[in-house]
C-alpha cells in the first residue's frame, strides 16, 4: 500500500524537528542513539497509523498511540522545534500549522 502524502508529510516534519533538536541539544552532526530511536517509534507509529488520510496532527488526535515515555520525548521535541521550524524548514512548518487548523472528525476505531 502506497503510503499517503500526509502521513509522508508528518514523517518528513517529525524527521527535522528531531534532527533540529539533536543537534542544538546534544550538539551532534548526526543523530545520537537516543533520538535515532525516536525517531525510528514516530515512523513506525506513523506507518501504523489508523486514520490514514484523514490524520489529525498528533497533538489533535483522540487516540495517543505513543507509549508514554516516547510521548514526552517527542512533546520536548515538538516545543523545542516547533517554534524554530519557521525558520529551518518553513515549507514544512506552514504544512504543518494548516494541517492543524482542518477540523477532521475522528472517532476511535
Known amino acids: 500500500m502506497k503510503e499517503n502524502d500526509r502521513i509522508h508529510r508528518e514523517k518528513a516534519t ?6 533540529l533538536y539533536c543537534k542544538d541539544k546534544h550538539s ?3 543523530l545520537c542513539e ?3 530511536e ?10 501504523s497509523c489508523k486514520f490514514g488520510i484523514d490524520k489529525p496532527v498528533c497533538g489533535k488526535c483522540t487516540v495517543h498511540c ?10 520536548n521535541v515538538m516545543k523545542y522545534s516547533g ?5 529551518y524548514h518553513p515549507k514544512l512548518a506552514v504544512r504543518h500549522f494548516m494541517d492543524s487548523l ?4 475522528v472517532t476511535n476505531l
Open 14 to 19: 517529525i524527521e527535522e524537528m528531531i534532527t
Open 28 to 30: 551532534e552532526e548526526e
Open 34 to 36: 537516543d533520538c535515532k
Open 38 to 47: 525516536l525517531l525510528d517509534y514516530a515512523d513506525k507509529r506513523l506507518s
Open 66 to 75: 505513543y507509549k508514554p515515555a516516547m510521548r514526552v520525548k517527542v512533546q
Open 83 to 87: 517554534p524554530r521550524m519557521i525558520f
Open 102 to 105: 482542518v477540523k477532521k472528525k
